[in-house]
């Protein structure tokens, strides 16, 4: 087999397959003039971009030919034009460095310019054009084409890709090797990205296809230059999200045609003004809901960040697709440019690219000005299957008829939903792999999971996802993602708060009259009367009045929010008011009485009807001690593994899909090595990645055989989105759970016998210097860690929170008893600074400092140990208790900052129950 798939099949003959099916109906065919494909765009300000017209030509023989001679004519500030061809196939593992030059043309010609593995990238350069090329499986950090720093650069006519579920560069799909689908996340890098202060630039008639990072405009949110960049007559094809994903500035995305992306598609944010017209979406979006922005993922949004950006949207065409799809726009913005010429109306853009986007051939095809008969294209070989004339046999998923149902299947499935090639009666019936009648993405994505081994069977007929077991929390249900409305959550960093706090994800007031959160930035998907929903809890016994104004208009003066019964079950109330198309609303929320208000989850506007209803989440009765409970049945995508399997627990770390679920049967689960769930494998907010216990009896994952060493950590979780519940991590060399990444929740899980903190939240990316980065939004409920110690018997704790821990994190219902050093350990240090607010609801402290037979363990044996005086830290801790600890129960140990300690109890502490608390809020 080829080692890369996806490139046994060149566009030319692609297009040349496309042309026969589209233009052979008969003898006397008349094809349409072929549309204008003169620079358009962006590119063609700032005194327009040339590249290398009219210069020098010289071939392309290798990789370190062209950056000798690029070298060289930066050395000699050489600025005459220079076309630099490819005629032939290059390799290579670095990128072509066209570096402060200028006046360069990149072209491929007869269809035949290409680079396998090595990227061109254009940093602070002007008027490069890069035409013709074909670029892919272009190894990270590297892209296949980055402009960095660059003015008047023209990319056109390129087919970019990399291969989505290759995670180690074979070009095969196969678990056996580590390999998932999306998996490509950290082996390649984008397709295009545009950086920094890189501006007039034009992207036109390129195919991007089999990639996960698709295209990022700006690397950062700090990366927020006045960037002008124009997209038109692209196809995206089989990609996971960034079509683009644009920072700041100016941008124009036009007749463009997005296919099956899985995640988010064009992505607006950090304030840029996109004009997005003319364009069809089919299959865009997966739907999940932006826990930043409200916006759920689909073909057009915000996602990703607070700082939002905006769209002007017109003629688009949306099909098959989940999450946001705009009709009304947000901004205005004209381009300053003449284009209307190659306008298209969206509904004729999908057969256009089809025919024309991508390689094309000897150089560019000239415009036609009248039609021409043109002979009928000789279509390509299809592979055929076997057949029995008397009784077919259907080989479900096998395409190709070699037998093996593979990811050459799914690549020829590909092909053929993107109308690349035919299949004939044989193969339509082998790739109809649900049996309803249909070849489409759905027996893609079927497929796809059985060659990867998540499902064990073709056909497949019931591909409904199960509802994955959650853990009963206090916190309100996710917005259901088909709720057409604009959601904002009450502790958005762009509200201003007075008299309230951001607790564990919602507001809290004060017991006072006239505090309030004023949200800003409130998103409306209409202008005029809207029906805003409150998401509240009122668990005061009585109902709260509320002044609510919006836009400055108060709209109820004394509206009454009912007792919900408890502060841990919630409910939603709706009022009517108008408000303004667009992400400028402002809506303010303020107490009445010294009784205070609700708490405030988020609001979600909606146009017109009733408003949202959620269903109650159900009061938490969870106790402190982790106990195994029988979970669901497991379903196809799950994995079940038991202690001397086959399939050990890292391969099912790396296979297991969103929504899903690795079940551990009881038993001890040795390992000797630490296992990381890296950065990149996430869940998703509305299907997380769950690794659960399953059924009765104690589940232990033994990292006994590790010596104790700092880097020998049990379970290293760095990823988004996880659920681990009800397993029992045990005798790591250092924490039994180093807990870095974000928005994961670790539920009745016990750390015991570790040489370091049970439990420890801080980066694990140790050049990661901001708090934004460090592990935050983490919710660790109803555990225990107990008998952590090192050899040293004075260096382990509990749980710890310290040193590099980012903000929302919370504990509820846990308990810390007999570690050698401190319960809880808070601590800070003045070279990486103050940590976030950290969060305790109804915890535990006992016995620390002391060992499970009272003997004194040389550590400090704080109950709670809240920080320390180099940085000001306002921790919260309510209904927590110290009792038993060898030193203090609760001291900030010289923490400045105002904690809260709300009803938090103690005895038996060997000194101050509570010490060092100057500053604290005792409630």
């Not at 269809?111 to 396998?116: S, V």
């Not at 296949?144 to 290759?166: F, K, P, R, T």
């Not at 092909?415 to 109809?432: V, W």
């Amino acid at each position: 087999m080829s080692k890369r798939i996806s490139a046994q099949m060149s566009f030319l003959l692609v297009l040349s397959i496309l042309i026969s099916m589209l233009v052979v109906t008969s003898a006397n065919v008349t094809v349409q003039a072929a549309p204008s494909f003169e620079l358009i765009g962006f590119a063609t300000l700032n005194g327009g971009t040339t590249g290398g017209t009219g210069g020098k030509e010289v071939t392309a023989t290798s990789v370190s030919q062209v950056n000798e001679l690029l070298s060289t004519r930066k050395k000699n500030k050489d600025t005459s034009p220079l076309i630099i061809k490819f005629d032939r196939k290059l390799t290579g593992s670095e990128a072509i460095a066209c570096k402060e030059v200028s006046n360069i043309t990149f072209l491929g010609v007869n269809g035949k310019g290409e680079l396998e593995g090595a990227g061109i990238n254009i940093v602070k350069s002007k008027n490069i054009i890069v035409q013709n090329m074909k670029i892919h499986h272009t190894r990270a950090p590297m892209d296949a084409i980055g402009v960095e720093n660059s003015q008047n650069i023209w990319i056109d006519h390129c087919e970019l890709y990399n291969m989505i579920g290759d995670c180690n560069g074979d070009g095969v799909v196969t678990p056996d090797d580590g390999d998932t689908e999306g998996g490509d996340v950290d082996w390649y890098d984008g397709l295009l990205d545009i950086k920094k202060s890189s501006e007039y630039i034009t992207v036109s008639w390129n195919y991007f296809h089999d990639s996960y990072k698709t295209s990022l405009i700006g690397s950062s949110d700090s990366d927020d230059y006045d960037r002008k960049i124009t997209f038109h007559h692209n196809i995206y094809y089989n990609v996971k999200s960034r079509t683009p994903s644009y920072r700041g500035g100016t941008g124009h995305m036009f007749n463009n045609y997005y296919l099956d992306v899985s995640g988010s598609g064009i992505n607006s944010r950090v304030g840029a003004k996109l004009r997005i017209e003319g364009n069809v979406f089919e299959n865009v979006g997966c739907g999940a809901v932006d826990s930043k922005t409200g916006f759920a993922e689909g073909p057009i949004g915000s996602y990703y960040s607070s700082n939002i950006g905006y769209w002007d949207v017109k003629d688009n065409i949306f099909i098959n697709c989940k999450g946001n799809q705009p009709t009304t726009s947000t901004c205005s913005f004209n381009p300053p440019y003449k284009y209307d010429h190659v306008l298209q109306p969206a509904s004729e853009v999908k057969e256009t690219v089809l025919k024309y986007a991508g390689v094309q051939g000897s150089g560019i095809p000239t415009p036609s000005t009248t039609p021409t008969n043109t002979p009928a294209a000789t279509p390509a070989p299809t592979p055929t299957l076997p057949q029995n004339t008397q009784n077919p046999i259907v080989v479900y998923g096998d395409l190709n008829g070699d037998g093996n149902v593979n990811s050459t299947d799914v690549a020829l499935m590909r092909r053929y939903l993107i109308r690349s090639i035919d299949l004939n009666e044989g193969q339509l019936k082998a790739a109809d792999v649900n049996l309803d009648g249909k070849v489409n993405s759905t027996d893609r994505s079927i497929l796809n999971r059985y060659v990867l081994k998540m499902i064990n069977r073709l056909p497949f007929v019931d591909d409904t996802p199960p509802v994955t077991p959650t853990p009963t929390t206090t916190h309100p249900t996710s917005t259901p993602t088909n709720f057409q409305g604009i959601t904002h959550e009450a502790e958005a960093s762009s509200n201003n708060l007075k008299y309230a706090k951001v607790e564990s994800n919602y507001v809290v007031f004060d017991q006072t009259k006239d505090a309030y959160v004023e949200m800003k930035k409130v998103g409306s998907p209409v202008s005029g009367e809207v029906t805003i929903t409150f998401v509240y809890s009122n668990g005061s016994g009585k109902s709260l009045p509320m002044e609510i104004k919006v836009n400055g208009t108060t709209i109820e003066s004394e509206k009454e929010f009912p007792s919900t019964g408890s502060w841990n079950t919630w409910s939603t109330l709706s009022v009517k008011a108008n408000m303004d198309s667009g992400s400028d609303n402002i809506i303010r929320f303020k107490t009445r009485t010294s009784d205070g208000g609700p708490r405030l989850d988020k609001v979600i506007v909606s146009g017109g009807g009733s408003g949202y209803t959620p269903i109650p989440t159900p009061t938490s009765t969870s106790t402190p001690t982790p106990t195994s409970t029988r979970t669901n049945d497991p379903v196809d995508g799950d994995i079940v593994l038991s202690p001397n399997g086959s399939m050990t627990l890292p391969e099912a770390i790396e296979l297991i899909q969103p929504g899903k679920t690795i079940y551990l049967k009881a038993g001890t689960y040795k390992y000797s090595k630490t296992i990381v769930i890296k950065e990149g494998n996430n869940g998703l907010p509305n299907a997380m990645k769950t690794l659960a216990a399953y059924g009765d009896g104690e589940v232990i994952i033994d990292f006994s055989a590790m010596a104790e060493n700092s880097a020998n950590r049990g379970i290293i979780l760095d990823a988004k989105y996880w659920h681990v519940k009800g397993v029992t991590i045990k005798g790591a060399g250092d924490n039994g759970m180093l807990l870095s990444g974000h928005y994961n929740i670790i539920e009745k899980c016990k750390f015991t016998e570790n040489h370091d903190s049970g439990l420890q939240l801080s980066r694990y990316n140790t050049s990661y210097s901001t708090i934004d980065k460090w592990p935050s939004n983490n919710l660790i409920l109803d555990c225990i860690s107990t008998m952590n110690m090192d050899s040293g018997r004075e260096d382990a704790d509990g749980f710890a929170a310290k040193l590099t821990c980012g903000e929302g994190n919370v504990f509820r219902n846990c308990i810390a008893i007999n570690n050698c050093d401190d319960g809880w350990d808070l601590y800070t240090k003045k070279e990486t600074g103050a940590i976030g607010v950290v969060t305790l609801e109804n915890c535990q402290a006992i016995g620390n400092g002391y060992d499970v037979n009272g003997k004194d363990t040389g550590g400090d044996g704080n109950g709670y140990k809240l920080g320390d005086d180099t940085a000001s830290v306002p921790h919260i801790l309510i209904n927590c208790v110290a009792n038993n600890n060898k030193k203090h129960g609760f001291t900030g140990n010289g923490n400045p900052g105002k904690i809260v300690l709300q009803n938090c109890t103690g005895s038996g502490n060997g000194q101050k129950l509570f010490d060092r608390l100057t500053n604290a809020i005792f409630k």
